[in-house]
């Protein structure tokens, strides 16, 4: 049954099933209330927690602990070294996990990759607090932020790492056989057709490890490397509340805007068409 | 007569398992071959050394003359056209972009690869400023099939690979696709190889077919009709199947035969006009109407125009069952059975009524076929005639 061409059902748009695609990621966020009040909601949930505890600490009665280290610029300094240090931390760990999880899923690495999935299990399964005073020893890395950022950075390596490579694989063998039979190379194949089409698996996995980081990264205190840990240890060996939640609360605070970011960055760079 | 492609001795086999069993074929400029068989016979790892996707184990592949066997795979795949089964478009790139791949990695400049992307769509009917920067998945299997082909053709290969192309999409979009991909190839006139296990497939869009054995290597290697009316061996027989003779009428197309005129009116023509062509035209009890731009739009009978009302755009039975001048008479005839009226409508590219397709046309073309049969069989140049041939020349 050869029909013309002309029939106006094939040559012309087909505004029946092609549902128009949303062309921005704003537009996408427009068209759904519910998921643009989690974009709103969030920083004002956590703005509003910072402004409560911070209006009930500057009506309390400090006493000299407390105002040492309840200050503008004891609070501020932890703050900046703990988003200092999971930054780095996190920058190791998508650099040294994205392109190792790009070689593991090529095929001359195969054999390789239960290693270091091994290994990145590993670094996972061991409790994070044990990994930093073991790498603390001072026949290893000695105390320090350094030693903070190595600790952690194994710690969070798994999340990137896996999804990097679940992000390649899950990439249709058609496709790449299509851009290799069109004459790509294997190079062109990766960065323009696997790479884009794994970009959202991939951003997850350090969507993960960011909040994992931000988390753990309290735990630096007790190698003396500083962050947020600092105010809520400080807390605890001085028996302050006060002290306590507001390291807690700002510790909250930061993974939450942090996982908020992240979640606009997956939006933003999301390739479109899918 | 020039050879686009040349396989000598081609054979792939892997470990353990041998694919394709000492290939040899030449295929001619221009002319779509296409690879049929069962599944696992050695089709597609044919088709894939070609373009080297698969390395042959032995033997060498010549394109244009040249010896291809062992010249850097990538800058022979860009000479290369390719459309894989499913289409494979990039999903998250406009169709631009999926149609500019290989002049992009030929490294042509933008402005070159802009106009080469419009000038491709409008080659496959799709609108440029509509399609352009949309993505795949906006569009139907159908157009995206288009798409597939216009990629394939970017760089403007000499010679296509197609493997399955049209396999992922509906029976009736199908159909459509083939005749528009042989319209196409009227025009641009690729050497074609294409692979399928559809026997009617194989023998609407093949110049030659070469059918593959479950020994990996090629039953037959001829013209269809040569291949209906003498199968090679019992292999090939069987796999063709039953029903040669209605198979045959896949050989002839639309525009080989002389079309009926059936008696027609413009829709607006009035009435009375309308009843009194019906009465001049004897032995017709129905009218077709086109529409201000010729194309056909309703059949209208005596009892339809009995009615009051000028207004005929919804009277009678819906104008159906249309075929191009490239589609064959076996879709002429899957048309008729369908049809309201018992014919089938051919138009042009266009869209504007040309003639009709009947039953008698169709038997026409049937003795026509069985005579010249009859002649290749008395002058007895076949050295093996099947059964079934012999038995509709004597009746």
Excluded at chain 1, 180 to 191: A, I, P, Y
Excluded at chain 2, 181 to 204: G, M, N, P, S, W
Aim: with cysteine; hydrophobic share 45%; net charge negative.
């Amino acid at each position: 049954m050869s029909v013309t061409s002309t029939d106006p059902q094939l040559a012309g748009p087909r505004t029946d099933e092609a549902e128009e695609a949303p062309t921005s990621a704003l537009g996408r966020l427009l068209r759904d209330p519910g998921r643009a009040w989690s974009y709103v909601g969030i920083p004002l949930i956590v703005l509003g927690s910072w402004f409560a505890v911070y209006r009930w600490v500057s009506g309390l009665e400090l006493d000299s602990i407390e105002q040492r280290w309840l200050n503008a610029e004891r609070v501020t300094r932890s703050v900046v070294e703990h988003i200092q240090l999971s930054l780095i931390a996190t920058l190791f760990v998508v650099g040294i996990a994205v392109p190792l999880g790009i070689m593991l899923t090529r095929p001359f690495a195969r054999r390789l990759t239960p290693i270091f999935i091994g290994i990145a299990n590993i670094g996972q399964a061991i409790p994070s607090v044990g990994l930093l005073f073991f790498l603390a020893l001072p026949a290893l890395l000695g105390i320090g932020p350094r030693t903070a950022v190595v600790g952690i950075v194994a710690y969070c390596l798994l999340p990137v790492l896996r999804n990097t490579m679940v992000g390649l694989d899950q990439v249709d063998d058609k496709l790449i056989e299509a851009g290799r039979g069109m004459g790509l190379t294997t190079g062109s194949v990766l960065l323009r057709i696997e790479l884009p089409l794994a970009v959202p698996v991939i951003l997850a996995g350090i969507r993960t490890a960011l909040i994992l980081t931000v988390g753990t990264m309290v735990l630096a205190t007790f190698i003396n490397a500083g962050g947020l840990g600092d105010i809520i240890n400080g807390g605890i060996v001085n028996n302050r509340t006060p002290i306590l939640l507001t390291g807690a609360v700002l510790t909250a605070g930061l993974a939450l805007l942090i996982d908020w970011l992240a979640g606009i960055a997956q939006e933003v760079l999301r390739p479109r068409g899918l | 007569m020039e050879f686009m492609i040349q396989l000598e001795k081609l054979t792939k086999r892997f470990p353990g398992q041998m694919a394709v069993d000492e290939v040899s074929m030449d295929i001619p400029e221009g002319e779509i071959v296409v690879f049929v068989g069962p599944s696992g016979c050695g089709k597609t790892t044919t088709l894939k050394m070609i373009n080297r996707l698969i390395e042959p184990t032995s033997g060498s592949i010549f394109i244009d003359g040249e010896d291809v066997t062992h010249m850097n795979p990538d800058k022979l795949r860009r000479r290369i056209g390719y459309v894989i089964q499913q289409i494979g478009l990039f999903p998250h790139q406009t169709i631009a972009t999926n149609i500019a791949t290989v002049p992009r990695a030929l490294k042509w400049d933008k402005d070159r690869i802009a106009a080469r992307v419009d000038e491709l769509l409008e080659l496959v009917g799709m609108d440029p400023d509509v399609y352009r920067d949309r993505y795949p998945k906006e569009l139907s299997g159908g157009q995206n099939q288009r798409i597939g082909v216009a990629r394939a053709l970017a760089a403007d290969p000499a010679v296509m690979l197609m493997d399955e192309p049209f396999g992922a999409v509906d029976p009736i979009t199908r159909e459509r696709l083939q005749s528009e991909f042989l319209r196409l190839q009227d025009e641009v006139h690729k050497t074609i190889c294409f692979v399928t296990h559809d026997v009617d497939e194989a023998i609407k869009m093949g110049d030659r077919i070469a059918i593959f054995g479950d020994d990996h290597k090629i039953q037959q290697f001829d013209r269809p009709e040569t291949i209906l009316s003498n199968p090679e061996n019992e292999f090939v027989e069987d796999f063709l199947g039953s029903g040669a003779a209605l198979k045959r009428l896949h050989l002839r197309r639309v525009r080989d035969v002389d079309l009926t005129s059936w008696p027609a009116a413009s829709l607006d023509e009035g009435r009375d006009s309308l009843r009194r062509k019906l009465e001049e035209a004897e032995g017709y009890s129905f009218l077709l109407l086109v529409d201000d731009r010729g194309r056909p739009s309703r059949w209208v009978s005596s009892r339809d125009l009995d009615r009051s009302g000028e207004d005929m755009s919804d009277r009678g039975l819906p104008a159906a069952a249309l075929v191009e001048p490239q589609g064959t008479l076996h879709d002429a005839l899957d048309e008729m059975i369908t049809s309201n009226v018992g014919c089938a409508i051919v138009v042009d590219k266009q869209g504007v009524y040309q003639g009709v397709v009947d039953i008698d046309t169709v038997m026409t073309a049937v003795n026509t076929l069985r005579e010249e049969l009859r002649g290749r069989l008395a002058v007895g140049s076949w050295h093996a005639v099947p059964s079934e041939a012999v038995e509709e020349a004597r009746s």
